[in-house]
């Protein structure tokens, strides 16, 4: 029995109602957990002597524009001493999405909630400091969501080169 | 009688004041370090003894922008950047150039999105732009050497 393989059983012993799906794809594992206990789940996962998962090695969000529900955030956890990996997902339906934080579980989740939370709008509850990590400060809007305008400018070329110049913001001095 | 045959040969030259002054500010550029990307890389060549950007006046990229006339725009310019440089424009004393360096920052380059300013010309007013991706060396003395000329013909008027 694989580490991966106790860890499911162990989960859909703990929690039964929590774990929603268990899929496996091309030898990798994904569990599929209500974002209710998530830091439940996160919390046993990590603490657990048999377990052991110390190490938050990837958390990213997904945007399944139009489908509903609309967003995913998938958390990678890795134990170290056994070399071993899975994925837990957790969908959020609705256009401002929440889920809650898993900074207290993982510090390293900080800046990856924070990029999320830039790039997707999902807002992270009980996060200590949820600001934007990469776009300005004053951005409007979340650029990786689907249905987000990609602000792109038109092309210059010689039959429009004035038609385009005119509409350029130079910068006056 | 000339004033020469009074004197002796002193190696007068005559010229104007404008003259003077821009072939003194063409020949001591005081290039800001600047690198934002890959054009940075051929930056650091044209700098380095295979190209030697210093046979042109330019030995040393400074890093203030108190210390240097001419910014060199090396790479693509995010939109979270653009307030940096124009402050780091702005702390630079007259005269002053800008130069964009290759596509990105001339006009935005294969980055046509929302995150990276179409151009810089959209901060800071540019004097060159050379093309490239990224502009070799040559390039990049070429279009040193385009700045030179347009300085040395520059008018009292527009002095700053």
Known sequence: MTHIAKTVAALRKK??????????FRGETTVVVDAASLVAVCLFLRDD??????????LAGIDYYPDEPRFAVSYIVYAMTVNARFRLKVFISGDEPEVPTVTGVWPTANWYEREVYDMFGITFTGHPDLRRLLMPADWVGHPHRKDYPLGYEEVQFSFNWREVDARKPYAKE | MGLEQKLGNLGVVTMTLEQAVNWGRTNAMWPMLFGLACCAMEMIST???AYDVSRFGMELMR???RQSDLMIVAGRVSRKMAPVLRRLYDQMPDPKWVLAM???????????????????DEVVPVDVYVAGCPPR???LIHGVMTLHAKVRKEKISQWK
């Not at chain 1, 002597?49 to 990837?58: G, K, R, S, V, W």
């Not at chain 2, 290759?102 to 810089?120: E, H, L, M």
Request: aromatic share 10%; net charge negative; charged share 15%.
């Open chain 1, 15 to 24: 929690f039964p109602d929590a774990v929603q799906e268990v899929i496996e």
């Open chain 1, 49 to 58: 002597a048999d377990l052991n998962y110390n190490y938050l090695a990837d």
């Open chain 2, 47 to 49: 700098q380095a003894p």
């Open chain 2, 63 to 65: 890093a203030s922008p």
């Open chain 2, 102 to 120: 290759g596509d990105c920052a001339s006009c935005g380059g294969i980055f046509n999105n929302y995150a990276i300013v179409q151009g810089v």
């Open chain 2, 137 to 139: 060396p040559e390039a």
